[in-house]
């Protein structure tokens, strides 16, 4: 089937409906796609290519969910459970670098951790490391906190800012229909309660990006709902800053799949990402989970941001991860000029710090 009727709403800015998604992931003509992607991608970034310079502190794998589809969390005494004191974390930390403008700090949810913990680790790293950002906690955390320290969501969220909290990374979101959450996850929190967690740090000036876990059990209509769940929310705040796919790995899950997503369907998912999120400026490719050769070839296809140079992720590895979960500043300005796009280094919230 055609998609030009698509093309020509993308080409006069016009918003797609749910229906033109499905559409679009009917369609095997990738690389109209790309075109269409690319377009959109351009008409908002021109040629740039943004990355950061961060690293990734997990500080624990224990965790009281214990998801189907999560090859990293442990429970206590279990091969493989660890869990850093704030010392450890602070010896992780001042491995960082110089250059390292962020710290993306997420975990499994601690059984016994008291909510004055968190406060006091943000405090700690905020203390030693002032001009660092800490991007912390996704929404599944979030709201694991606001339990344990008895508050709202906006009065937990406010007192983790205070500590040093600077923006939501944007996991958890996994995928919103129910059904097929509840299978994957029925632990974690709803679709629902994601989005409410994300609108309120937007109410009260706290950015964050947001996710979706695909190519496990779900549908191409889950995917577009999912989109639309995330544009919705976005008309209301614009609190989102990028939006990330991320490809599922089936490896040490207990969702038992053959293989990983294909290029393919990696290279569709963004790009209709792009076509969809008309009011989200920034889309992530992933490359810890996708690789970085796809990853660059993600590219010509909507993205533009590689994210990090990622110091030692420990989550996507655990579920075998397609790289060694680190790359230099040098490794990813390669693959944005390779790719004929002008690399530009930034702070969590896109301030811009060099280009080339
Ligand atoms: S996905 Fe998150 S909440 Fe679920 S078991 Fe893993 S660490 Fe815990």
Redesign the pocket.
């Known amino acids: 089937m055609s998609i030009d009727h698509i093309k020509e709403k993308i080409f006069s800015n016009e918003r797609l409906t749910r229906e033109d998604g499905l559409e679009l992931f009917r369609s095997n003509d990738l690389l109209a796609l790309g075109r269409m992607a690319s377009h959109a991608a351009q008409r908002k970034n021109g040629n740039k290519v943004f990355f950061v310079q961060n690293m990734h502190i997990n500080p624990t794998?224990l965790?009281?969910?214990?998801?189907t589809?999560?090859?990293?969390?442990r429970s206590r005494g279990e091969d493989g459970a660890y869990e850093m004191t704030i010392d450890d974390i602070l010896d992780r930390a001042r491995k960082a670098g110089q250059s390292v403008r962020e710290f993306h700090i997420?975990?499994?949810?601690h059984p016994d951790l008291p909510f004055a913990w968190y406060v006091d680790m943000l405090r700690a790293l905020k203390a030693e490391f002032p001009r660092i950002h800490l991007k912390a906690f996704?929404a599944?955390?979030i709201d694991?906190l606001a339990k344990l320290s008895g508050l709202s969501l906006t009065d937990t969220l406010v007192t983790l800012r205070e500590a040093g909290l600077g923006s939501l990374p944007g996991?958890?979101a996994?995928i919103f229909d129910a059904p097929t959450r509840n299978t994957l996850?029925a632990?974690?929190i709803s679709g629902d309660r994601w989005l409410e967690v994300m609108e309120t740090a937007h109410t009260i000036g706290l950015k964050s990006n947001a996710t979706m876990l695909y190519g496990h059990i779900e549908t191409y209509e889950h995917r577009i709902d999912h989109l639309l769940r995330l544009r919705d929310l976005q008309d209301r705040t614009g609190g989102f800053q990028a939006f990330i796919p991320l490809s599922f790995h089936s490896q040490h899950t207990e969702i038992k799949k053959s293989a990983y997503t294909t290029g393919f369907d990696d290279l569709k998912t963004l790009a209709i990402s792009r076509l969809i999120l008309d009011n989200f400026d920034h889309l992530k490719a992933y490359w810890i989970m996708l690789g970085e050769k796809i990853a660059q070839v993600s590219l010509t296809f909507g993205v533009d941001d590689l994210d990090g140079t990622v110091v030692e992720e420990r989550?996507t590895r655990a579920a075998g991860g397609a790289t060694d979960g680190s790359m230099t500043r040098e490794e990813i300005v390669h693959l944005i000029t390779q790719a004929g796009r002008t690399p530009v280094e930034r702070d969590t919230v896109y301030n811009e710090v060099k280009a080339w």
Do not use: D, P, Q
């Not at 997420?106 to 949810?109: A, F, K, R, W």
């Open positions: 794998n965790c009281v969910n214990r998801c589809f999560c090859a990293f969390s997420v975990s499994g949810l996704t599944v955390e694991y996991g958890g996994e996850c632990e974690k989550i």
